[in-house]
């Protein structure tokens, strides 16, 4: 599916501006990024919508440093002129792990932003991603990124920032095609083999990619196995911590576990089969009463779960 990619994500170097004091961050800390092009009601909309505590730390991100990250890996005119995105870090206690949410973000998911923050060596933090409307999400990167050097006193390097923003983009790309769950654990999966057992050479990374590929049951075109290569060598020569990007993943890996074992994440999963059997239910009673007439019969059914919004299912039957 052919995506319009808007303003959205990434980063930019550490910027030593007057009004900002760098400082080692202390858990409950709180960081906002705004998209400098916001007007001052979607400022607010954007903090509303982020519960940003009175006084937090606030900071702009412009058009030119989302474009420092992006050109080269999407249309310049798919980053577009202006600065939207906005995000919300709130520091954790150490060990914590990464949590992610977003809204109004259509391309990067929640997950693709973990695997390229924690490569850019981001971790223990609740991260909030929004913007006043829909958009990609590709240039949202770019602030947290920001947010965090500044927040931790800690400054990410160039080349594992640019590493990190390809990832992110190989990633979406990749999701359009073979599924963004796929893509998010095939990226995870090479990320942790390579911390654990870094490959010697080209043809060691291609035989990785593949066998981890056809692990997870994807199929990989020619074009996508050499950008991965290609990606992952630059993971390889640049500046990255790779114990704590395996300690970071493993703890992304714990939550998902954690919720699954958890009431929450039991109703969850049970609704979602309530679901599927109200589905198959209606389907099979529409069906059988169908049997009996020669005209096609329309079906409608709606089902409310999880305290999410009704899903909806039109059907029509055949004789």
């Not at 990832?167 to 796929?182: C, H, R, Y």
């Not at 010697?200 to 991965?228: M, V």
């Not at 007439?293 to 079906?299: A, I, Q, V």
Request: aromatic share 4%; glycine share 4%; with cysteine.
């Amino acid at each position: 599916m052919k995506r319009t990619i808007a303003s959205s994500l990434l980063w930019a170097v550490l910027l030593a501006s007057p009004g900002i004091a760098a400082a080692d961050a202390a858990p409950g800390d709180v960081i906002v990024t705004l998209g400098e092009n916001l007007t001052n009601e979607q400022k607010q909309k954007v903090l509303d919508e982020m519960k940003a505590p009175d006084g937090a730390q606030t900071i702009t991100v412009s058009n030119v440093e989302e474009h420092k990250y992006l050109d080269g890996l999407i249309p310049k005119a798919q980053i577009g002129t202006r600065a939207i995105s906005s995000s919300m870090i709130t520091i954790k206690e150490p060990g914590s792990g990464l949590h992610v949410e977003t809204h109004n973000i259509t391309w990067v998911t929640k997950e693709m932003y973990t695997n390229a923050l924690i490569t850019a060596g981001v971790k223990d933090a609740d991260i909030y991603i929004t913007a006043p409307f829909p958009v990609s999400g590709t240039a949202a990167l770019t602030g947290l990124m920001k947010a965090y050097e500044i927040s931790s006193d800690q400054a990410i390097p160039d080349d594992v920032k640019k590493v990190a923003n390809e990832e992110m983009v190989q990633t979406a790309k990749l999701a359009d095609s073979i599924g963004a769950d796929k893509a998010v654990a095939l990226l995870a999966k090479i990320k942790q083999e390579i911390a654990n057992n870094p490959p010697q050479t080209d043809a060691d990374l291609r035989a990785l990619i593949e066998k981890i590929a056809n692990d997870l049951g994807i199929t990989l075109s020619e074009n996508e196995i050499n950008n991965l290569i290609s990606l992952f060598h630059k993971m390889q020569n640049a500046h990255i911590n790779w114990d704590q990007v395996n300690d970071q993943l493993s703890k992304a890996k714990e939550q998902l576990s954690a919720f699954l074992q958890s009431e929450e994440g039991k109703t969850f999963i049970q609704n979602l089969i309530d679901i599927f059997k109200e589905i198959w239910n209606a389907i099979k009673s529409a069906f059988s009463s169908n049997q009996q007439s020669t005209t096609p019969t329309s079906l409608t059914l709606e089902v409310g779960a999880c305290n999410s919004p009704e899903v909806r299912a039109d059907f029509v039957l055949l004789p």
